[in-house]
C-alpha cells in the first residue's frame, strides 16, 4: 500500500466495516475529503472548533496522585470522555475511552500524574485492570487484530479476547526500573489477573529508591502488553511520571530558578480519529479488492488475502487527522506575559513533528507563515534529564515516545496576542525532508497543535529569566564505553505480505544459545544483546529503512554520540513468524560509513531513552547497562512495536 494514503484507507475502512453502503470513487479521489467523511460515517476535523477549549494542564497539583504511606492503587477502567468534539448537528458528542485513575476515583485520559523524588522513598503502585463491566471484560473499543505475534499467540495461551478479556501491562517509560517492575510485554494480566502472562511477577510494582533514576527528567506511563501496545494506548492509557531533585523541586524556591505551578505546564500531543458520533475510530479493515487496487509502496499489486480472514488488520502506521492535547482537541491555553515551562509528550503512534511558535493577532487559527512570525524558545531538556545549558531554537524535532522541556516567553510577544504551536511535518512517514504535498491530509488541520491565547493580567509572582546559555547542570557523561554493538532496523514482509518492521544485527553475531545469526530477527528469536552487569557500551544503530524510526531502550539513559551516513548491499534472508510460517528480512553487507559524524541536535544534549535513526544513516548510542535481568529495545512507532519491531535484552549472566 501506499503508506501516504492514510485518509482514503481510512473511509474505504469505514465503508468495509459497514458504516456506509457506497461512496463513489470519484468521491474518494476528489481533492476535498469533506463529504467523504461525513459519507463514511467519520467526523470531519475541518468543522470541529480550534482553540475554543482550554487544555488541563497535567502539572497541576489537582490532577497528580496523592500517595498514602507511600503506596498508590491506580486502576485502568473504562469512562466517558469530552474531547471537544461535535456531531455532525453541531452538538457536543462524547467518547468512550480507558484510563488510569486512583481507587475510589475517577479514570482519566491521560491518567493522572505521577510525582516522585529522584533517591527518595520508593513508591509502590498496585496496577488493576478493571476493563470490565461486573465481571464480564469488556470489548476493546477499536477492533483487534489476532493474526499478528501477540499476548494470545504465546505458546499456551489459546484464549479469545472477546471471553478472556484485555490484557495490559504498564511500563513507566524512562524509569530506570528493576526487571520484575519494568513492564514488560510478557508480564501482561486481565481483569481480576485472571490471566497472567508467562513472565507476570506481581501486582504491585516498585519505583524510587537509591538505585532509581538519580536527577529529575519527564517519564511517562503506558500501556506495553504484547501486540496490543498501540491499541491500549490509543484508548487513552498513557500519562505522565515526572521525577523531580534537589535542584529542580517544582517549588518557589528551586535552586535554578525555573516557573513553577501554575507556570509550569504538561501537555500530552495525540492524534486520533472519530466517528461522527464521537466514538474512536481505528482503521483495521480493507477496501474491496475488486473494486479498489491495493498498491504497495513499489507500485506492486499486492494479493487478495493480504488481510487475514478479511481483516482486522495492523496497519503499517497510523496518523489521525484530530490533534488532542491532554484530551482536547485542538485546545488553547491562557496566559500571562511571562516565562512558562512547559513539558510536551508525543504520545501519537507514528508522527513526527517539527515544532514551532507562530505569532498571529487573536482570534486568528492559521499559522502565519511570513517574516518575523517565528516566536523563539529555549530548549531546557528532554526526556530524562535537563540539558547544561538552555539552548535558543525556532524549531525542535518531535519523535514517538519524546519528551520536550521548554522555555516559551510570552513577554517576548504583544498582549492580547496568540501563539500557536505549530507541526511543520506530514501525515505520512518521515524520511528527515520536510514534508511533500503528498504526505498532507486534504484540508489538514494537523499543522496545528494547541494555541497560547496572552490575555491574562501579570501577577506579582516574580518572573524567571531564563536566556541562552543559562545554566542548568544537567546533561550526561557516561564515561568511556567498551563494547560497539553493531544493530541494524528493517523492513520485511509477514507470511501474508504485509510490511513487517523488524530490528536485528548489522554483522554476524553469536546469540546467547551459541548460534550464529546475522540481519532481521523476530522478537521471540534467542537473545543477541547480552551486556555484561555494568557495562558501558556504543550502539551503532543502522537505519536500512526508507523512514525514521523512534528508538527507544528500556532501563537505561543513554548519551546520544552522533550520526553518520552509510552504504551497505541489502541481502534478502527469510524471517520466522511466530506461527511456524516464513516472512522475508534482510542483512547488511559491505557497510561503509561515509562523511563525518554529525552532533545531536540540542534537545538530544541530555540524558535520553528516545533516539531518531534517520534512513541511511547510523546512529551512536553510549548506555551504561547496571541492572540484571531481561529487558527490551524497540521501536517507539506502536504500530512498529506491536508487529514485530521489538526485541528482548538480557543484562548479566542468565537464565535468559
Request: with cysteine; proline share 8%.
Amino acid at each position: 500500500m501506499k503508506r501516504r494514503n492514510f485518509l482514503t484507507l481510512s473511509i474505504r475502512s469505514a465503508m468495509a466495516a459497514g458504516l456506509t453502503a457506497s461512496i463513489p470513487l470519484a468521491l474518494l479521489r476528489a481533492h476535498s475529503s469533506h463529504a467523504a467523511l461525513l459519507g463514511a460515517g467519520l467526523s470531519d476535523p475541518a468543522m470541529q472548533p480550534l482553540f475554543e477549549h482550554l487544555a488541563p494542564n497535567a502539572l497541576a497539583s489537582s490532577f497528580k496522585y496523592v500517595p498514602q504511606a507511600a503506596q498508590l492503587s491506580i486502576r485502568m477502567a473504562q469512562v466517558t470522555h469530552w474531547t471537544g468534539l461535535l456531531g455532525p448537528d453541531a452538538s457536543p458528542v462524547s467518547t468512550q475511552v480507558w484510563g488510569y485513575g486512583a481507587a475510589g476515583e475517577a479514570v482519566t485520559w491521560p491518567g493522572r500524574t505521577v510525582e516522585l523524588a529522584a533517591n527518595g522513598e520508593p513508591l509502590s503502585i498496585t496496577w488493576l485492570n478493571e476493563l470490565a463491566d461486573g465481571g464480564t471484560p469488556l470489548l476493546h473499543l477499536v477492533p483487534v487484530d489476532t493474526s499478528i505475534h501477540w499476548a494470545y499467540t504465546l505458546p499456551g495461551y489459546d484464549y479469545q479476547i472477546d471471553t478472556a478479556g484485555v490484557p495490559v501491562v504498564v511500563h513507566v517509560h524512562g524509569g530506570h526500573n528493576d526487571g520484575a517492575f519494568d513492564g514488560n510485554p510478557e508480564y501482561f494480566f486481565t481483569p481480576g489477573f485472571a490471566v497472567k502472562g508467562p513472565r507476570w511477577q506481581s501486582e504491585t510494582y516498585v519505583y524510587g529508591g537509591p538505585d532509581w533514576n538519580n536527577v529529575a527528567g519527564t517519564c511517562w506511563y503506558h500501556d506495553h502488553a504484547l501486540g496490543i501496545t498501540r491499541l491500549n494506548v490509543y484508548a487513552g492509557l498513557a500519562g505522565f511520571f515526572i521525577v523531580r531533585d534537589e535542584a529542580d523541586t517544582g517549588l518557589p524556591d528551586n535552586p535554578l530558578g525555573l516557573p513553577v505551578e501554575p507556570y509550569e505546564l504538561g501537555f500530552a500531543v495525540q492524534d486520533r480519529m472519530f466517528r461522527s458520533n464521537g466514538e474512536l475510530f481505528y482503521p483495521a479493515f480493507p477496501e474491496d479488492p475488486g473494486y479498489f487496487d491495493f498498491i504497495d509502496e513499489e507500485g506492486v499489486e499486492l494479493p487478495d488475502d493480504l488481510f487475514p480472514e478479511g481483516g482486522p488488520t495492523a496497519l503499517a502506521e497510523f496518523f489521525g487527522d484530530h490533534m488532542l492535547v491532554n484530551g482536547i482537541i485542538w485546545p488553547k491555553y491562557d496566559v500571562e506575559p511571562r516565562q512558562y515551562r512547559i513539558r510536551l509528550l508525543n504520545g501519537c503512534d507514528s508522527r513526527f513533528m517539527r515544532l514551532c511558535l507562530n505569532l498571529v493577532p487573536y482570534p486568528d487559527t492559521t499559522p502565519r507563515t511570513g517574516q518575523g512570525s517565528r516566536v523563539p524558545f529555549y530548549v531546557i531538556g528532554s526526556d530524562q534529564s535537563l540539558r547544561a545549558s538552555a539552548a535558543e531554537v525556532e524549531e525542535v524535532e518531535f519523535a514517538p515516545g519524546e519528551r520536550l522541556d521548554l522555555i516559551i516567553d510570552f513577554k517576548a510577544v504583544p498582549a492580547g496576542s496568540r501563539v500557536i504551536l505549530q507541526n511543520l511535518l506530514g501525515d505520512a512517514p518521515f524520511g528527515g525532508d520536510r514534508s511533500k504535498m503528498d504526505d498532507l491530509f486534504p484540508d489538514r488541520r494537523t499543522d496545528r497543535v494547541m494555541a497560547f491565547d496572552v490575555m491574562l493580567p501579570l501577577s506579582a509572582t516574580a518572573d524567571s529569566d531564563i536566556v541562552n546559555g543559562y545554566p542548568l547542570g544537567g546533561g550526561t557523561d557516561l564515561g568511556e564505553a567498551g563494547l560497539i554493538r553493531r544493530l541494524a532496523l528493517f523492513e520485511g514482509r509477514d507470511q501474508y505480505g504485509r510490511l513487517q518492521p523488524l530490528l536485528g544485527t548489522a554483522e554476524p553475531t553469536l546469540d546467547v544459545e551459541g548460534q550464529n545469526v546475522n540481519g532481521a530477527l523476530p522478537w521471540f528469536a534467542p537473545i543477541t544483546e547480552n551486556p555484561a552487569l555494568g557495562a558501558t557500551e556504543i550502539w551503532e544503530i543502522y537505519n536500512a529503512t526508507g523512514d525514521a524510526h523512534p528508538i527507544h531502550l528500556h532501563l537505561v539513559h543513554f548519551e546520544v554520540v552522533g550520526r553518520q551516513r552509510f552504504k551497505a548491499v541489502l541481502v534478502e534472508q527469510p524471517v520466522e513468524e511466530s506461527d511456524g510460517s516464513w516472512g522475508s528480512g534482510y542483512r547488511l553487507e559491505h557497510i561503509k560509513r561515509l562523511g563525518n559524524l554529525r552532533a545531536p541536535n540540542p534537545q538530544e544534549q541530555t540524558r535520553r531513552d528516545v533516539v531518531m535513526a534517520l534512513p541511511g544513516e547510523v546512529t551512536l548510542i553510549k548506555a551504561r547497562f547496571d541492572k540484571p535481568g531481561r529487558f527490551v529495545w524497540h521501536c517507539h512507532i506502536l504500530s512498529h512495536e506491536d508487529h514485530e519491531m521489538m526485541r528482548p535484552f538480557h543484562v548479566g549472566d542468565g537464565p535468559f
